[in-house]
């Protein structure tokens, strides 16, 4: 283990070349709370390369452009993004996504990046990002480009990343009056679970009628999905009882989750279509006070 | 409560440790340093079961760091003997190989080696280099299938006892136990209703929260020094004198203070491997377990199944009860059946009871004690079936357990007559609870079981000292797991007559104080109370000596009150009454230093009963259960501090409601642990719970001189089924298999969907 | 990769410490600067007996390079009582017998101060969320949750 070192870049450039000069063996540190787990596991290969991304602004940094719209740097805390003036009253299905991970002691240290990078289908904070539409700046040595947040996780603790790429940020859209979002979880305790199905919701409302949405469903599969069936059930209608119903049949239709510790494959694709109407609910509910 | 009898027994003084824990300064298990310290780690067998068939240590020796590596060649082979260990019962030649593995390795992570190295990452990268030659083995690890012919056998030589004839060949099933009382055939045909179901638990930790450490330092001449954290330091130092064949008074245990037990700290795991790694070289070694090794390689309470049948009369007279109960012992004989059995219809006054136990191995850690060993999982059957035939008869579930009530001279299925009892003033107390006698909320439901537990005696030893200025120091020798200090310096105040803040309770260790059996059994404040009583009266006793010396008198002519020898009266003569702090200033003229000592095998333990009442909702969608309102009644006998009194009750509730929700071993199909973390293994958790309630019975001991029972098991037996009655009574469903998670009140209430929407 | 020197500031006291780029903060607290206080229930962040609190915000040590300390304020169960005198928590949960066997006491107690400096008016709902993250497994929680909600209704100058 004294093979590992670390270091702390102070810009993104000098962070993307130590990603590269380890030539697969770096690990950026964010707030710790996967990797160090791994570490404290053995599962850090020994040469590997700590980098800790967090002496880094653009990293750190919440702005609010306006509108709705936020760039939110891959290594805000969950604390963080929760204390901030606005970010919560815009996104506070996306906010709540985040706050979920683990423990306060967590949210003092996790960060939604760290949650997306770490690349587990049962990630809280994705499905709302997905929902939200959330566009993730990726920068690497072929410079920086935008990518949607859906089309970075691969599989199972891995990304679609290029080697030396690292997430910089994430930005949130703007959106038009009678918008708002939901995530909700089911975990087998009140806290410190693993979501078993995790779903975000984020919707726009006119005169009753659902004119856009997007579903995002996690825990049900290798990577987190976007449920177009859903949100397509969902647009156009009153969010009545047929039409949440046809959204929920459409994300039990698209599970392919596995029986383990956490759940089952009946019990998963069953709450899919759950969460999905209770989120749905509590989103339209937002939306209305928007 | 006993605030009107006492002065100071029933009042919430602060514990005598409270600024060390506040603070950070008290000192637990892996708290404990020495100069010169090297880090001892264990090489854990991967396979669930597999013939060692060879361990070269060789290039571990040699790496550089590494000062001692030990196998089971370090270990003196042990008999075939039994020896008490809590209140469970162990078998040398099973532990020392527990300990470290000889033959075969029984359980993924049993020990097969260890290392003593100057650092942590050296230690580690020794066990990488130990090679050890295993032949896997076929392995087997739930009871029922550990029971069929065919299972993989653990063991070539274990013949089940207890079994006429006596059996040709070994088998999994280590013991059969039968207790029978009247005659359950002939019982059953009076019986005008009949209940009958099979039941299933699964095994669960005791979940304390800091895991086990110690830190062994044995000097050029033998002489050993540990510190433990441990319910048992006598224990220790008992098993590391038989297993290392050292003479026990050469061995000196000091306990930590300790971070949980509940029964799982009362056997040894690292202690023996770290005096071996310290004599071998010559160095303090110090050894603390990692989370995953705690679940992977420490005993935890067995699963089993209970198949339960009781049978009835119309107005509720229960006139037959059977079960058969079978219980994990994990890898090797030892699960705790007997009590299992011997609780299961103990709360009730039945003519006719027939229970049968089996004690399993199964490729698992050999299981160890965890808070009422036993009780909760017979419970769970006998306690859900009660409330089945309560739900059948129409009959209130209090009501129905009232009518079936044990009481004293109530004789019990396993042998034992009760003296006075309070199961039956739990019950009322239970009716007459506000909590009882409110409605359940809007979408609630509410369930109410019964539990129970013997409690110990055993033995302790105690002194109590007088220091040169008239101050006391009470000394015992049980690790304090859950507030036992304060109350042995409320007794010993109250009998004294002076304040408590002028008692100072100590908890010596193996070499400061007699024999002490170990904290457990809920027996501290009873035996080990005792013992501080007794040991306060002999003071009390030699004051008067000395006061009498004094005074020129008999010594019969002085009393003893308010902390001061007094004369018996005006013929004794006219003399100031002669405080501790006076006798004390001339102890050295009139006989030397005033101590008094006691040591008993404390007999007459009171037997505890509690009734629990929980209203809780169930989401029909997601069989998420969410407990709304808890109350926990018992009989405690005299409650010594009523703080510490609820504390347990608290504690235990709680550890129940996990153990009934969430709580469970997961295992591969290779056998191997899935959940080894506090992440999948789900305990409770703060935003999980209301408050606990607790109503406190008083019904004293008779046998005790503050009407002392013990109090900290009982709280976990009732909770299993509370909450499973409840669940029923809530969705019409009747779970019989634990735990109550999630994924499975969905799939019983999808399965019994069908059936309810055609009721 | 040789040691890293890091300076920090441990309960208001400037620390200098030799560490390996990969040990954890609670190592060191635990291993090198004698404040055991702080304790390892779990080592991955599921207990909370390891919290701390770093420039303000509550972690789990457990989770944090110790190599992070450099420039920032630490501040462990040790620095709560100042002097001989117990912060208000500490009191009550003596008092209030928010404890048994006490492993898991200073982490409840770090972590309840840091609710209590964000916010001295929480729910009891708020407080047992604020709490989830640590665990215990003797008292059941309920004394601990009385104990906080009473220094709160202390902070606030509640009459009763």
């Not at chain 1, 996104?91 to 997306?116: C, D, F, H, M, Y």
């Not at chain 1, 587990?120 to 929902?131: E, G, K």
């Not at chain 2, 019986?191 to 005791?206: G, L, M, S």
């Not at chain 3, 390079?65 to 169960?77: R, V, Y």
Request: net charge neutral; aromatic share 6%.
């Amino acid at each position: 283990m004294t093979d590992i070192s670390y270091s702390s870049p102070k810009t993104i450039d000098e962070a993307v070349s130590a990603m590269v000069a380890a030539k697969g063996a770096g690990r950026i540190l964010a707030g710790g709370t996967d990797l160090l787990v791994q570490l404290r596991a053995g599962f850090v290969k020994p040469g590997s390369i700590i980098v800790d991304i967090k002496k880094i602004a653009e990293m750190t940094s919440i702005e609010d452009k306006g509108g709705g719209s936020f760039r939110v740097g891959a290594a805000v805390t969950g604390m963080q993004l929760h204390d901030h003036a606005t970010f919560g009253k815009a996104w506070p299905g996306v906010l709540e996504a985040v706050n979920l991970i683990g423990s306060k002691q967590i949210q003092g240290r996790a960060s939604a990046g760290g949650n997306l990078c770490n690349a587990s289908p049962a990630a809280d904070s994705v499905p709302a990002l997905v929902a939200a539409g959330a566009m993730v700046t990726v920068q690497g040595p072929k410079g920086r480009r935008e990518v949607a947040v859906e089309k970075i996780p691969a599989g199972p603790g891995r990304m679609t990343l290029e080697p030396g790429e690292i997430v910089v940020g994430f930005t949130l859209p703007a959106r038009p009056a009678g918008s708002s979002d939901a995530y909700l979880r089911l975990i087998p305790r009140t806290e410190m679970d693993i979501a078993v199905v995790g779903l975000g919701v984020s919707l726009t409302m006119k005169d009753g009628t659902c004119t856009a949405a997007r579903v995002g469903l996690g825990a049900v599969a290798p990577t987190v999905l976007l449920v177009e069936a859903a949100a397509k059930a969902l647009v156009g209608s009153k969010l009545d009882a047929a039409a949440l119903e046809a959204a929920a049949a459409a994300c039990r239709a698209v599970c392919k989750p596995i029986d383990d510790k956490r759940g089952t494959i009946v019990y998963r694709t069953k709450i899919a279509g759950v969460l999905l109407k209770r989120a749905t609910a509590i989103a339209a509910a937002r939306a209305a006070k928007n | 409560m006993s605030k009107q009898k006492y002065k100071w027994i029933g009042t919430r003084p602060d514990r005598p440790d409270g600024a060390d824990k506040v603070t950070g300064r008290a000192r637990f298990g892996a708290d404990f340093n020495m100069p010169g310290q090297l880090i001892g780690k264990v090489l854990r067998s991967p396979h669930a079961h597999a013939l060692i068939k060879s361990i070269d240590i060789s290039a571990a020796e040699k790496l550089p760091g590494v000062k001692a590596v030990v196998t089971s060649k370090d270990f003196p082979e042990q008999p075939n003997l039994i020896v008490p260990t809590g209140e469970m019962q162990v078998n040398l030649r099973d532990i020392t190989r527990n300990v470290m593995a000889r033959e075969k390795a029984l359980y993924e992570s049993h020990p097969v080696a260890a290392v003593a190295a100057t650092t942590d990452a050296i230690a580690n990268a020794a066990l990488a280099l130990i090679k050890v030659e295993y032949e896997v083995l076929p392995h087997v690890i739930d009871v029922a299938e550990a029971m069929k012919d065919g299972a993989p056998l653990l063991h070539d030589h274990l013949i089940t006892e207890g079994v006429k004839p006596v059996p040709t060949k070994p088998s999994n099933i280590a013991k059969r136990i039968d207790n029978v009382k009247g005659d359950t055939d002939a019982g059953f045909k009076l019986a005008e209703i009949v209940v009958e179901r099979d039941y299933t638990t699964q095994p669960v930790h005791q979940g304390y929260i800091e895991p086990h450490a110690c830190l062994a330092s044995m000097a050029e001449d033998g002489q050993v020094q540990i510190w433990s954290t441990t319910q048992g330091h006598f224990q220790v130092r008992g098993f590391c004198s038989r297993l290392l064949n050292i003479e026990t008074s050469q061995i000196r245990v000091t306990p930590t203070e300790i971070g949980g037990g509940f029964g799982g700290k009362t056997v040894v795991y690292l202690e023996p491997v770290a005096v071996m790694l310290s004599k071998k070289s010559g160095k303090p070694v110090k050894m603390v377990m990692s989370r995953d090794e705690v679940f992977r390689a420490s005993g935890p309470a067995p699963g089993g199944t209970v198949h339960v049948k009781i049978g009835a009369k119309k107005d509720g007279t229960i006139v037959a009860a059977e079960c058969t109960i079978a219980l994990q012992a994990g890898a090797f004989p030892g699960s705790p059946v007997g009590p299992a059995c011997w609780t299961s219809f103990a709360c009730y006054d039945i003519p006719n009871i027939k229970v049968i136990g089996y004690d399993v191995v199964s490729n698992r850690p050999k299981v160890a004690a965890y808070r009422a060993p036993g009780a909760p999982i017979s419970a769970w059957g006998v306690e859900s079936t009660i409330d089945i035939l309560a739900q059948e008869l129409r009959m209130d579930p209090i009501d129905l357990r009232l009518k079936n009530a044990a009481a004293k001279g109530t004789k019990t299925s396993y042998g034992p007559v009760f003296d006075t009892i309070g199961f039956v003033e739990t019950l009322e107390a239970a009716k007459k609870s506000e909590h009882y006698k409110s409605k359940p909320k809007p979408g609630m439901a509410r369930g109410v079981a019964a539990g129970f537990w013997f409690n110990v005696g055993a033995d302790s030893s105690a002194a109590a000292h007088v220091a040169e200025d008239g101050t006391v120091t009470i000394i015992s020798g049980n690790p304090d797991i859950g507030g036992s200090r304060a109350s042995l310096a409320l007794m010993a105040a109250e009998e004294l007559g002076v304040d408590y803040d002028k008692v100072r309770p100590v908890i010596a260790d193996t070499s400061s104080i007699g024999f002490n059996f170990v904290t457990g059994g809920s027996r501290v404040t009873f035996a080990t109370g005792l013992a501080v009583v007794n040991s306060v009266r002999d003071l009390i006793r030699e004051c008067k000596v000395r006061a009498a010396k004094t005074w020129g008198v008999d010594p019969d002519g002085v009393i003893w009150e308010n902390g001061c020898a007094k004369p018996a009266g005006s013929n004794v003569g006219e003399f100031e009454p002669l405080s501790l702090a006076q006798l004390a200033a001339t102890a050295g003229k009139t006989g030397g230093p005033i101590n008094g000592h006691n040591q008993l095998n404390a007999q007459g333990a009171g037997p505890g009963f509690g009734v629990h009442i929980v209203d809780l909702k169930v989401d029909r969608d997601t069989g998420i259960v969410e407990i709304g309102r808890y109350t926990a009644l018992q009989d405690v006998g005299t409650a010594i501090h009523p703080s510490y009194v609820e504390g347990q009750m608290q504690g235990g509730a709680v550890q129940g409601i996990g153990w009934a929700l969430n709580e469970e071993y997961i295992y591969s199909a290779k056998g191997k642990l899935d959940n080894a973390g506090f992440l999948d293994y789900r305990m409770p958790v703060a935003s999980d719970l209301p408050m606990i309630e607790t109503i406190i019975v008083e019904v004293a001991n008779p046998h005790h001189p503050y009407g002392v029972r013990g109090v900290g098991e009982v709280p976990i037996v009732p909770p299993l089924a509370t909450v499973g009655n409840a669940i029923a009574r809530a969705t019409g469903v009747r779970m019989t298999d634990l735990p109550m998670s999630p994924p499975r009140v969905s799939a019983a209430l999808d399965a019994a969907a069908p059936r309810m929407a055609a009721e | 990769m040789a040691k890293l020197h890091v300076t920090t500031t441990i309960n208001g006291e400037p620390t200098e410490f030799l560490c390996e780029p990969t040990q954890a903060v609670l190592d060191v607290l635990r291993d090198q600067l004698g404040l055991t206080g702080t304790k390892e229930g779990c080592g991955s962040g599921d207990c909370g007996a390891c919290t701390i609190i770093l420039d303000g915000s509550m972690v789990c040590s457990c989770l944090v390079l110790a190599a992070e300390a450099e420039g920032k304020k630490i501040d462990t169960i040790e620095g709560m009582a100042k002097g001989d005198q117990l912060h208000a928590l500490q009191q009550k949960f003596i008092e209030f017998a928010a404890l048994q066997c006490g492993i898991c006491t200073p982490g409840f107690l770090v972590a309840s101060r840091a609710l209590l400096e964000r916010n001295n008016n929480p729910t009891e709902t708020e407080v047992r969320y604020w709490l989830a993250g640590n665990l215990c497994r003797c008292t059941g929680y309920d004394k601990i949750v009385r104990a906080v909600m009473e220094v709160a209704a202390d902070m606030r100058g509640a009459t009763r």
